[in-house]
């Protein structure tokens, strides 16, 4: 992990990897955090599978963090049948029983907050909190998402990043035809799903359903996803939260890593004590 | 047997690009601003293009052939059936070339059976239909999903196929096409008319021509590529499908350029090519090759050789043979190695490139058809004008 990540998180938490068969795929998990402690799904968002972040130390100090890698990104391959959001619903839903998941808090990022909001909309009763970070899945008229598939993959890391993009834990080391190929394999997977519409066209509507404790998360230099979008979501779902991250861009998470977490721990807290 | 067709193609481009446009701008497709179009002068470009393709019926060729390309300045026909319905009141005896649809693109791809089968009965079943799945860009400006390309194709072919021969009406039950009722009118006069596939030489498009026998056209390549191709096609037609390739099944499309001697032809030459290679086909890698477009194979050659023709000199397209340029006997030369050595027997040229003054475009197309032409023509049928009179005697 890059020095300019560490950020005062500490060491690393245990973690364990595992593959699991999951509607006969092969899906990599990674696994952090006290067994008996609250679960927590986190799904990545595009490109990001098989990673592991300051925010996942972060959220496994708190809870049983379930990263797997979303089908067709990091170890995790996609079956050429899969290629609709309703099949990474489906997917997701199983996972839960296959891992005898009950009642997690559900985190997704960008495209993994685009399958959050779905799995929110479809299977409420299977889960506690929703917490959406820059999430895909809207559309807002007059503020398009930035067209991913028109740029290359150094001008997209540079559009997603407030900061240096070079001290990416990410950023490769040569932009060589193994790492071009890779980005070619993994954006073929979000072809499938969002190249047109790039949005669920019925899910503004369907949010109205999501009565979860929700927090939305966006950075205020989103942009690839801009700010609005999350005003969209608070306004559609309602009871949720919005927090703005001021001088953070679409990666708050990782550039900001404890201001996001300290966004959720607030959250989190708040959660705690209505129930009590 | 004639040992070579001779077609003429037409791009229609549009060749006036402003003087900055190398530095400024990254593609002459998709985004490249329609503010540099001038309609006016397009309107003097389009007649002036129908009448090089005219000219080229008159002067022997065996088809003029047109085809598809949206939002750019390299190719101005997004609507290629329009032109070949003009071209049907033009062009007299040539057969009539669509190479081709770009079937992916299309929602309904039943007005694409519709269409062709009119041209057809209009032209009198001069007809040749070619079926591409459109260039990457083509995916951007008509926002239709790369990684469906290959599927929608596939499936788009079998629908016109059924269309123009099947008696209607028919279901047609696919997964990106469904129809409860097939049964076009009209129907077209062939049987089908000729269908031929135009490719850069991935497996999965020769395989496709192959099994249907169909013409398979290489464009923009070298020669040795041309070569791997015709052989893959063959290997093809013997292993998987039992038959024997015959040359008519193998076309290749290529800039070839014909002068008083070699020198001149070169020196003429290099500036209307280079336009090609350099502006017209200029893209950004990402147009190129959206995800899903390409398997990963073919993608992963693609990476390591770059976009055809983006960096190359004059020299080397010439001497990789992505052009032939030179005096009739040169001509006559190279050609004959598609002919003789590689069996192929369709070349498809065109005698326009970016800014060519129209008297280049007219020399280029007499030389071809006078002094190149006859060495490919089977001696025993000269190749008279048809008597227009004699065929409605016989209609």
């Known amino acids: ?81 899969m290629r609709d959001i309703n099949d990474y619903v489906l997917f997701f839903r199983d996972l839960l029983d296959t891992l005898n998941v009950k009642q997690p808090v559900l985190a997704g990022h960008a495209l993994g907050g685009w399958i959050a909001a779905e799995l929110a909309v479809y299977y409420p009763e299977r889960l506690q909190a929703l917490i959406l970070s820059h999430a895909m899945g809207l559309r807002v008229k007059g503020s398009p998402i930035a067209d991913i598939f028109a740029l290359s993959p150094q001008e997209y890391l540079r559009l997603i990043t407030h900061g240096d993009p070079t001290s990416l834990p990410f950023w490769p080391e040569e932009f060589d035809v193994e790492y071009q190929l890779l980005q070619y394999h993994e954006r073929t997977t979000l072809a499938a799903l969002a190249w047109n519409p790039g949005y669920d066209p019925r899910l503004a509507q369907r949010l109205a359903r999501i009565q979860l404790p929700t927090l939305i998360l966006w950075g205020e230099n989103d942009l690839l996803i801009p700010p609005i979008y999350g005003e969209t979501f608070r306004n559609l779902i309602a009871g949720s939260e919005l927090v703005q991250l001021p001088v953070a861009g679409h990666l708050s998470l990782i550039e900001n890593a404890e201001e996001w977490w300290g966004a959720v721990e607030t959250f989190l807290n708040k959660q705690d004590r209505s129930a009590q | 047997m004639n040992k070579l067709q001779f077609h003429y193609f037409h791009l229609m481009p549009w060749p006036d690009l402003p003087a900055d446009f190398d530095e400024r701008y990254d593609s002459a497709w998709i985004t490249l601003p329609n503010s540099i179009y001038n309609p006016d002068k397009g309107h003097f470009l389009y007649n002036r293009y129908f ?48 190479i081709g649809n770009a079937l992916p693109l299309h929602d309904n791809p039943l007005r694409v059976a519709e269409e062709i089968a009119m041209l057809d009965v ?108 015709y052989d893959m096609y063959r290997r093809f037609a013997e292993e998987r499908y039992g038959y024997e390739a015959r040359p008519e099944q193998l076309g ?144």
């Open chain 2, 122 to 229: 209009i032209s009198g079943g001069r007809i040749i239909s070619g079926f591409v799945r459109g260039t990457g860009m083509e995916y951007f400006s008509y926002n239709i999903n790369p990684t469906e390309s290959r599927e929608r194709m596939e499936e788009a072919h079998d629908l016109i196929l059924q269309a123009w021969t099947r008696p209607g009406p028919f279901a047609f039950e696919g997964e990106h096409y469904n129809y409860r009722y097939v049964n076009i009118w009209p129907r077209p006069i062939q049987q089908p008319p000729p269908i031929w596939l135009p490719g850069t030489a991935s497996s999965e498009t020769i395989d496709f021509a192959a099994r249907h026998r169909y013409a398979y056209m290489t464009v923009v390549m070298t020669l040795a590529q041309r070569q791997r191709a």
């Open chain 1, 1 to 81: 992990m890059s020095e300019a990540y560490s950020s005062g998180v500490g060491i690393l938490e245990e973690k364990t990897e595992r593959t699991l068969v999951i509607q006969g795929i092969r899906t990599h998990i990674i696994e952090a955090g006290p067994p008996t402690a609250t679960p927590l799904l986190y799904l990545h968002g595009a490109f990001m599978g098989n990673q592991w972040l300051d925010v996942h130390t972060l959220l496994a100090r708190r809870f049983r963090l379930i990263a797997p890698d979303i089908p067709g990104f990091g170890l995790t391959e996609r079956p050429a049948w």
């Open chain 2, 51 to 98: 009448d090089e393709l005219e000219r080229a019926d008159k002067l022997g060729w065996d088809s003029v052939i047109v085809n598809e390309h949206h939002q750019n300045a390299y190719g101005t026909m997004p609507s290629p059936n329009l032109m070949a319905a003009v071209l049907t009141q033009r062009v007299k005896r040539a057969k009539i070339g669509i």
């Open chain 2, 252 to 395: 290749f499309s290529l800039p070839v350029y014909v002068a008083e001697t070699d020198e001149i032809a070169r020196k003429e030459f290099e500036k209307y090519v280079m336009w090609y290679f350099h502006k017209g086909l200029k893209t950004r890698p990402e147009f190129f090759c959206p995800p899903g477009y390409m398997s990963e194979r073919t993608m992963k050659g693609l990476l390591q050789s770059g976009l055809p023709g983006a960096k190359q000199t004059f020299k080397e397209l010439v001497d990789t043979g992505v052009v032939i340029v030179g005096s009739v006997d040169t001509v006559i030369e190279k050609l004959s190695y598609y002919s003789e050595v590689l069996h192929a027997g369709l070349l498809v040229t065109g005698g326009h490139h970016g800014q060519i003054p129209d008297y280049l475009v007219l020399k280029v197309q007499e030389l071809m058809a006078k002094e190149v032409m006859p060495h490919f023509r089977d001696k025993q049928v000269p190749l008279v004008e048809p008597d227009i009179a004699l065929m409605q005697e016989v209609v």
